[in-house]
């Protein structure tokens, strides 16, 4: 067994970015399932690993840690000499973080609200809520029209090179280009070069493959 | 701090804050700067003109909301960047509030912090901004929305509870931002109708109480009156 184990399903977002970062990094891990169709995710022993019942978990040796970002920014930390460089350092360290940042309050709230009315709820079954999607899909183009204003002086969105503060969106990313949200993203050409260059990266590719098997 | 020389004479170039005393998010930055014993200075925003949706603000922060932090040429906003930024930047003076040097440590900053970011945040605000901000648009505090908020905020705490049974602060037995971040919400929060959400857990309480009487912080509360005359 790897040393490394992530707890969850490759439905989940969460759990997609840091399988995608432990790919980026060429690290083997085990992905054990957690069904949370009966609620294991609600239940010990999971909630000793994430104690707000969510996955992923993650495992490497004794050191157990839950919330996908703080999980992939240890990961790029201890493991920063293998595969690709996910952070930098100083002044440059500084604009990723602010763009991390980014990622988690001003687009993710409002991508995920999207991919789960859009792509999750068709998918259990689930009536989709209309009025929720017109006023995320109209949030989601304010966020993209920066973001494009971002991309067109750098790019990548932390800096010239490829890191967690583009890896971050890849699992929402990948749900909104399968659904009607695609046409936020089709008038903004230089947000939809970015999309479809680490759509491309091997280490994604390598998650979709796992994600068609599961 | 960059240094510059003017008419021979060499001046510290202090950091400039954009933003305002009662802000959260400038005061999240605030209470870090404080705690670091960094000088800085506060450029007043005019949030009520609109300041901070247009230009030249725009290009300092195109989401058009502060806090934004100037230090020479770099400009970043998005406050749990710079207090990141400012934690790294000035590790061997003040509060070590990042621990770089221990793996476990460092890494248990990382995790709390996502937490307040992800679990604790978007409850909390709401109800901020129900009881605080719709009353200076003359409009009442949707008590739907707060309920509806008040009940997921009492089930974060109960992690906490829990939490703060195991290690005294979040992150394990130090104070780190990871508590720090919280402070701003926390503060507003214990001044609304609902406080008994925090005062009837044992753990939380001892612990609000513990950070909230910190030196920085209480530099910093002194500005935060949100509402009040």
Redesign the interface.
């Known amino acids: 067994m790897a040393v490394i184990k992530v707890h969850g399903i490759p439905l989940s977002t969460a759990a997609a970015r840091v399988i995608a970062c432990l790919n980026e990094k060429g690290l083997e891990f085990d992905l054990i399932p957690v069904d949370m169709g009966s609620g294991e995710h609600k239940k010990e022993p999971f909630l000793s690993l994430s ?2 019942g969510q996955v992923p978990a993650f495992e490497d040796g004794d ?1 157990k ?3 996908s ?2 999980i992939t ?2 990961i790029a930390q ?1 493991y920063g000499d293998k595969g690709t460089p996910l952070l930098a350092s100083g ?1 440059e ?3 990723v ?2 763009w ?3 990622e ?3 687009y993710d ?1 409002v991508a995920m609200k999207l991919a789960w009315e859009l792509a999750l709820k068709p998918h259990f079954g689930m009536q989709v809520d209309d009025a929720v999607v017109a006023e995320n899909e109209e949030k989601l183009g304010k966020v993209l029209d ?1 973001y494009e ?2 991309l067109s002086v750098s790019k990548y969105l932390g800096g010239d090179v490829f890191t967690l503060a583009d890896l971050h969106h890849l699992p929402t990313l990948s749900y909104l280009m399968n659904t009607q949200a695609k046409k936020l993203f089709e008038p903004r050409p230089k947000v939809s070069a970015w999309v479809a260059d680490i759509f491309s990266r091997p280490a994604w590719r390598k998650f979709l493959e796992l994600r068609e098997q599961k | 701090m960059a240094e510059e020389t003017l008419a021979g004479q060499v001046l510290k170039q202090v950091l400039k804050l954009h933003g305002l005393p009662m802000s959260s998010c400038t005061t999240r930055v605030m209470i870090c700067l404080h705690e670091k014993g960094v000088e800085f200075e506060l450029v007043p925003v005019d949030l009520f003109t609109g300041q901070h949706k247009q230009p030249p603000f725009l290009d300092k922060n195109p989401f058009g909301q502060i806090p934004v932090l100037e230090d020479g040429d770099l400009t970043i906003f998005e406050s749990r960047a710079i207090t990141q930024y400012i934690s790294e930047k000035y590790k061997d003076q003040g509060t070590d509030l990042v621990h770089p040097g221990s793996l476990e440590q460092c890494t248990m900053v990382k995790v709390w912090s996502e937490v307040e970011s992800h679990q604790f945040n978007p409850v909390i605000s709401p109800i901020i901004y129900q009881f605080f901000v719709e009353p200076l648009q003359g409009k009442s505090p949707d008590q739907a929305i707060v309920d509806e908020n008040l009940e997921k905020l009492r089930m974060v705490l109960d992690v906490y509870e829990e939490r703060l049974g195991k290690t005294k602060y979040l992150a394990g037995d130090f104070f780190s931002l990871a508590d720090l971040h919280h402070m701003p919400f926390l503060f507003y929060f214990m001044k609304t109708p609902w406080s008994s959400v925090v005062d009837e857990r044992a753990k939380v309480k001892a612990w609000w109480e513990d950070i909230s009487s910190r030196d920085a912080f209480k530099k910093v509360a002194e500005g935060m009156k949100f509402g009040e005359n």
């Open positions: 104690p707000f050191l840690l839950f919330e970002r703080a920014k240890y201890e002044k360290m500084a604009i973080s602010v991390m940042e980014v988690a309050h001003q709230p920066i204003a971002r």
